[in-house]
């Protein structure tokens, strides 16, 4: 871990260095081996890392476990009927480890003197974002000895549940910081939110949520929900571009540009329930997906060659557009949040209400390109009633009561909205064993991947990582529900 974290830093100085002050000062001194930048400079750094957590190679690995995607060509065809070896999560782990944890520490370093909290505060965010998803994705995983690669060069792997206590501290800790209202942080370097105090403090309860809701502990969820985000506005997303090999939505590169071909929607579960001329079709009187439908996907008319939709044409700009902002803590998350944790902590009339509200959302055409809710595809997302999820109601499942179908409701539309998110991937192992819960056909043999394989240089570098190694199919310990 030590060589991947000194390599990582050396990358990231190297490519944001900028000139010296004079052409004079620091003469001895090798501009092409920079050992230091400022903590600003850094925060892009390790925003950027993050983004790659979320939106990168693993993304599409989790979203062809979880019935979004389809591998197509190359190796694909083997991650998407569940062959994946360690290698394929080097990069990931690389990236939480080095890219955000490290350097995150290294900010916080920089930012004490100065008593910069609003920098320390979304620096730790940020980590605990990373962190979460990598607990979520692999169980137990190093946190505690984290803080100092140089007295732990091999980390212990601390339990899953010890893990999701010390998120929540670390997000605590994170709060106190960024609500003192000391410190500051330039626009410029915080891509994400220009360092906006109050945004960054409703993305903090609304990751606390998530965290809580992971951990099954559906009232704190519901009670930070709350306080989450609160607009559309002061969701945390990741900013794209339509520059060629720069900043580009990374779905799209990918499907596009770099392996076009390799990957697509063909029989996903995610196309088959949101096309109205399916069986499978998730719709009802109250319910209108055609337009979200044609937003996810291309070639809706020619199944066999249906793709995820990278259109990015002035009058049809689709989910995953060459500029498209990538979702990594959101507006609707938290709505669908306090829908869950709402249904389960506070009973059957808080989870309906809180559905409504998200569907209210939907209605407008919040979570549509303004190119596919301009009227060109029809949507309908109409307030539901009791009624509706009794016994020969639009909503009602057969074999469940009225509450286990509103859940069904709200479990099913977390699926839809996590589309392309690793979140999908974590709801779906989180729920796999309640009826309410969503079930997607696994893709070969019939049982789902359970988490993600450690980085094989982790296996090989750090003797602290477990022995054996799990396998894929093996349940993260906070998913080993009876």
Known sequence: MKKIINKFLYILLAFSFSGCESIVDDLNTDPNNPTDASAELMLTGIELANMSIHEGHTARVAGMWSGYFTGIARQYPDFSNYNATGATFDQIWENIYAGVVNNGNIIIEKSQPLDNRLMMGIVKVI?????????????????????????????????????????????????ELLQSGIGSVS??????????????????HTLKARLYLEQRDYPSAYAEAGMGISSPENSLQAPHGTVINSNENL??????????GDMSSLNTYLSKILNPEDPDYKGNPKTNEKARFEYYFLNTDNLSNITPNTSSESDNTGIFARDASFP???????????????????????????????RSHLNSGGSLHPTYSNGAFDFSYQTYNREDF?????????????????????????????????????????????????????????????????????????????????????????????
Not at 132 to 150: H, L, Q, V
Not at 187 to 203: C, H, M, S, T, Y
Not at 251 to 260: D, I, P, V
Not at 441 to 452: A, M
Request: charged share 20%; aromatic share 10%.
């Open 390 to 482: 009794t016994a020969g109601g639009m909503a009602f499942k057969p074999g469940m009561d009225e509450s286990e179908s509103l859940l069904h409701e709200i479990l099913l539309e977390r699926y839809v909205a996590f589309f392309g998110q690793k979140l999908g991937f974590i709801d779906i192992r989180r729920t796999r064993m309640e009826k309410a819960g969503v079930q997607p056909v696994p893709n070969i043999g019939d049982t789902l991947p359970e988490r993600f394989l450690y980085s094989q240089s982790e296996i090989n570098s750090n003797t602290n990582a477990p022995s054996p190694v799990p396998g894929l199919f093996d349940p993260t310990p906070i998913n080993l529900i009876p």
């Open 328 to 358: 990594l803590i959101t507006y609707q998350e938290n709505l669908l949040i306090l829908a869950e944790a709402g249904m389960r902590a506070e009973g059957f009339e808080t989870g309906l209400e809180k559905l409504n509200e998200y």
């Open 127 to 175: 980590q605990a974002n990373a962190l979460g998803t990598a607990t979520a994705c692999w169980g137990d995983i190093p946190f505690s000895e984290t803080t100092n690669i140089r007295s732990f060069p091999n980390p212990k792997f601390d339990p899953q549940t010890e893990v999701y206590q010390n998120l929540q501290v670390m997000l605590g800790e994170a709060l």
């Open 187 to 204: 626009p410029n370097a915080d891509i994400f939110l220009q360092g906006d105090r109050g945004k960054w403090i409703e993305v903090a």
């Open 251 to 260: 779905m799209f590169a990918f499907l596009q540009r770099g392996r076009s």
